[in-house]
C-alpha cells in the first residue's frame, strides 16, 4: 500500500472534520428518537418547579406550602430555603425548574440555608449540583389544579458546577451548548409531532381557532445534590434561593396602568409593595447591596424612611450595627418602585446623606447633601439603561 504524504493526511483529517460537522446534528436527531419520553409532572404556584422531597413542616395547612419547599427557592427572600427531607445528606435530591420557552444565559445560587449564619454553618449545604437540561412539550388541557405535565427530552450531558461554601450569591453562565440545545429542539419538534400528533388533533376543539396551543412549553433544569459541605449540627441540606438571569428576561417593572396603592416591610425585613392589579411585589431586600463594594459587615436591617407624594420613589435605608464597634452605619438609596429599581449613586453626584422628598413648583425632588435633584429627570436616565 502507497504510504499516506503530510498532504494526504491534511485532506483525509479535512474530510473527517467536514463530514463530522455536517452529520452531527443528524446524530443528535437520532440520539433523541432513541431516548424514551420522560413524563415529568409541575406544579405551577409561584413558578414552574417539582422537588425530589422536602424537610417535613409539621405546621404546614393542607394544599398550603410547607415552611421548607422548593417553592422558596424563588422568593429571593434569603430567610427562607428549600430543605430536602431525606434521610442523611441529601445525596441525588433535586429540584426541576422550568425556564419557558428561553433559555436563560446565568445561574444565581444562594448557597445553604441564609436565614443567619448559625442557620447557613448548622445545616449542610450543597458543595457540587449536578445539572441536567430537559426540553419540555405539552398536550393539550394536560393539566390538573395542582400543575401541568410535560413529556421531555434530555440534553445528553450532565454538568457539574462547584459552589463555594460562602454567604454570597454565586453567579454561573448557563453551561450548555447553544448549538446542541437548538439542534436537539429542532429534532424534537419533529418527533413530538410525529409521536403526538394523532393525540393532539384528538384533544383540540375542532370549532377553535386554537391559537392558545404550543405543544413545546420549553426548558426544564434539574439541579441534584451531588456533594455537601456537612452542617455542624444537622445533615439536612439546604438552598436559599436560585434564579437565573440573561438580557431577555430583564425586569422591565410594572405597567403604567397599574396603581401603587402601599410601601411597607414585612417580618422577614424586606420591602415590598401592593398595585392594584399585584400584591407583595418585592422592591428591596439584602440583595440589592451585593454590587456594593464599600460597604462593610454586620448586622443588617432595612428601613423604609420615605415615599414620594405620587408613590412612584421610596428611600430605603440599610442599617448596618456593628456590636464591636459600638455604631450603625446608615446607608440610604433611592429606589423606582414602578421599575423595581435601585437608583445607582453616580447618578445622584454620589451623595452621601439622604434627606428625603421635596415638592417644589409641582415637581418632586430628592434632597441630598449634594444638593436637590429632580425626579423626573432621574426617571429619564433610568429608562435609557
Avoid at 405539552?138 to 459552589?163: K, R
Avoid at 444537622?234 to 428576561?249: G, H, K, L, V
Avoid at 417580618?267 to 415590598?272: A, K, L, P, R, V
Wanted: glycine share 6%.
Amino acid at each position: 500500500m502507497k504510504p499516506h504524504t503530510k498532504n494526504s493526511l491534511k485532506f483525509f483529517s479535512f474530510f473527517l472534520f467536514t463530514f463530522s460537522f455536517f452529520l452531527f446534528p443528524f446524530s443528535v436527531f437520532l440520539q433523541a428518537q432513541d431516548v424514551e419520553w420522560e413524563k415529568l409532572f409541575m406544579h405551577d404556584a409561584m413558578g414552574i418547579w417539582d422537588e425530589s422531597s422536602e424537610l417535613e413542616d409539621l405546621k404546614a395547612e393542607n394544599n398550603e406550602p410547607g415552611k421548607y419547599c422548593a417553592c422558596w427557592l424563588f422568593d429571593k427572600d434569603l430567610t427562607t430555603a428549600w430543605v430536602e427531607g431525606l434521610e442523611g445528606d441529601g445525596i441525588g435530591e433535586y429540584v426541576l425548574i422550568g425556564q419557558g420557552n428561553t433559555l436563560p444565559g446565568k445561574i444565581h445560587i444562594n448557597n445553604g440555608y441564609q436565614k443567619t449564619k448559625s442557620h447557613y454553618n448548622k445545616n449542610s449545604r450543597p458543595k457540587t449540583l449536578k445539572l441536567n437540561l430537559y426540553l419540555a412539550y405539552q398536550l393539550p388541557a394536560d393539566v390538573t389544579e395542582q400543575g401541568a405535565n410535560f413529556y421531555c427530552l434530555p440534553y445528553s450531558d450532565s454538568i457539574f458546577l462547584e459552589l463555594n461554601d460562602e454567604m454570597v450569591t454565586q453567579v454561573f453562565e448557563m453551561p450548555f451548548n447553544e448549538e446542541r440545545v437548538a439542534s436537539l429542539k429542532e429534532s424534537g419538534d419533529l418527533i413530538f409531532k410525529k409521536e403526538f400528533g394523532e393525540e393532539i388533533t384528538k384533544r383540540l376543539d375542532p370549532n377553535s381557532d386554537n391559537d392558545w396551543y404550543n405543544e413545546f412549553y420549553g426548558y426544564i433544569i434539574k439541579l441534584e445534590i451531588s456533594e455537601v459541605y456537612k452542617g455542624s449540627r444537622w445533615d439536612d441540606t439546604c438552598i436559599s434561593d436560585i434564579w437565573f438571569s440573561s438580557e431577555a428576561n430583564k425586569d422591565e417593572g410594572i405597567s403604567a396602568s397599574d396603581i401603587i396603592i402601599e410601601i411597607f416591610k414585612q417580618e422577614d425585613g424586606n420591602i415590598y409593595f401592593s398595585t392594584t392589579m399585584q400584591e407583595r411585589v418585592l422592591l428591596a431586600s439584602p440583595l440589592d447591596i451585593e454590587d456594593e463594594d464599600d460597604l462593610v459587615g454586620g448586622e443588617l436591617d432595612i428601613v423604609l424612611i420615605d415615599v414620594s407624594s405620587d408613590k412612584e420613589w421610596a428611600q430605603i435605608d440599610f442599617l448596618f450595627s456593628h456590636e464591636a464597634y459600638m455604631r450603625v452605619e446608615e446607608v440610604p438609596f433611592l429606589y423606582n418602585i414602578r421599575l423595581k429599581k435601585k437608583v445607582d449613586k453616580t447618578l445622584l453626584n454620589n451623595y452621601f446623606s439622604m434627606y428625603g422628598f421635596v415638592e417644589k413648583n409641582d415637581k418632586i425632588f430628592i434632597d441630598t447633601d449634594k444638593g436637590m435633584f429632580e425626579l423626573e429627570e432621574i426617571l429619564k436616565k433610568l429608562l435609557k439603561d
